[in-house]
Structure formats: C-alpha cells, structure tokens
C-alpha cells in the first residue's frame, strides 16, 4: 500500500470536498466510454483517493504534484 502524501493542483494544497483531509494516494485510471472499451476514445485520468474518508477525486493526467516528504 502506498503511504499517503500531500498533493498541490494549481500550486495550491489539495484538501478533499468531502472531509477538507490532505493526505491522499495517487494512481492513474482509464476511463471507458461505453461502447468503446479498447478504443482511442478512452481518457486516462490521475486518480487521488483521500486518506482519511476515500473519496476519489479526479483530474487530467499532469495537473496534480505529489510534495515530497519533509525530512
């Protein structure tokens, strides 16, 4: 499992609609368009689940940055 991570869209802190948490994992997802699975017409999108509640926010591929830990 992946450990959660503070993420930024738009240079500002991520914080989920649903809970204002903002700790979340990342990982890509295809979005099927009916009628055309395995087609060009699917869309891959960058998935962010928040740690605290799960909701699953969704964003086009490169608008989201992980920040790295600070040590």
Known sequence: ?????????ADE???????RGDLFTRRSITLTTA???N??????V????????GYIH???????LEVPPEE
Do not use: I
């Open 1 to 9: 499992m992946r450990t959660p991570s503070r993420m930024l869209v």
């Open 13 to 19: 802190p991520l914080a989920c609609v649903v809970c």
């Open 39 to 44: 087609t060009g017409f699917n869309k891959e």
């Open 35 to 37: 009628g055309f699975a």
């Open 46 to 53: 960058d998935a962010v689940t928040c740690g605290r509640c």
């Open 58 to 64: 969704q964003f086009v591929v490169g608008c989201v």
